[in-house]
């Protein structure tokens, strides 16, 4: 009788421990995890704009040799860039016309100078500097972008309003995007 | 003729009763076992769980797109993990899912994206020889992807292998993703007995 049991014992707890372990599956996790860093970037970041003459060339003879404002007023150009974070930032800070050939003051009555505005806009979103004050103008937050940034001029003038002063003239305008998250 | 045959088997029945102070005893026991359909992992000294992660790091080129690299159809380096499963039944029950690679930020403006499909894979070596490869793309895949594995799993190490490859942007490849510190994504395998 004891013999009988025993075995049954055995034979019970070794099916409970089979039935059991069966249900169990081995389950594993992969993470995947990567990055994207905040940045911005321009894919044309160089544009040079040749205006030709910039002296009015006829007319009356007190607005001959002046600056003809129409040459740079109205002109536009695009920039071509990208800017991945909401925050990111986009400013302006343009450089006047300077003859770069004279030196020194110029003559009374001679310009050798254009001053202007220049205008960045991106979407709804521009930021704008002036030649007449030193350093950039404020910034304007252009967050998620890639398209075209126009930048525009304005407000063109000599500081005199006298004739200008011959020779080659060279400004520029920074357009500088600074990516934040 | 039949009466003498009786008695003679009477007689003999004599005879063998005469020893039988010295006779045994004589038993059996039966000894009886099973083997649970189960599986294992072996690297974390048979627990049932296992886990890695796959670091692809800074996903996107100087455009801000997403690397050349990671849209190949094969894993690039440091793409596979591998781990080691034993089970004992003969076709296990496999089930491979995935889910996209996020950043989860709001939804991004037209030209951007921060969400990445791709194609994750595991490959489980058989006893018999070969490698069955399961696949689940994020992209078209409706649920996980559920197969026997039609044979016993190898015994080798590393005979479990997941990797990810194929990555594509939400939107189209030329999409700008979005600026984040943590993309995840997660690729759930179970490997369950055959019963």
Sequence with gaps: MRKTVLTATIMSLGLLAAGAASAQPVTGSVAINGSVASRCSFSTDNVVLNIGEMSITSGSTSTLGTYDHTKLDGLSTPLTGFCNGAGATMTVEAFPMLNTSFTGAPPSGFDDRVDYTATATENNVSATDTTLTAGPGAPGTVGYFSSNITVSFSNSATPGGGKMIAGPYSGSVNVTLTPTT | MKRVLLVATAIAGL??????????????????????????????????????????????????????????????????VKFSVTCTGSSPQVTLSATQLTAGLATPPSGFSDTIDYTAELDLDKAAGGTVPYTYNTATAAGPST?????????????????????????????????????????????APTL
């Excluded at chain 2, 670091?55 to 990671?70: A, F, H, I, Q, Y």
Aim: charged residues 10%.
């Design chain 2, 147 to 191: 197969a026997p594995l039609g044979g016993q799993l190898s015994t080798a190490n590393n005979n479990v292998r997941v990797s990810a490859y194929s990555f594509a942007t939400v939107g189209g490849q030329s999409n700008v993703l979005s600026a984040s510190p943590s993309y995840a994504a997660t690729i759930s395998v179970s490997i």
């Design chain 2, 15 to 80: 005879a063998f009763a005469a020893p039988s102070l010295a006779q045994t005893v004589s038993g059996s026991v039966g000894i009886t076992g099973s083997v649970a359909d189960r599986c294992v992992v072996n690297s974390s000294g048979g627990g049932e769980t296992f886990s890695d992660t796959i670091p692809l790091g800074e996903l996107t080129k100087s455009n801000g797109t997403l690397r050349g690299d990671l849209q190949g159809s094969s894993a690039i380096s440091g793409a596979t």
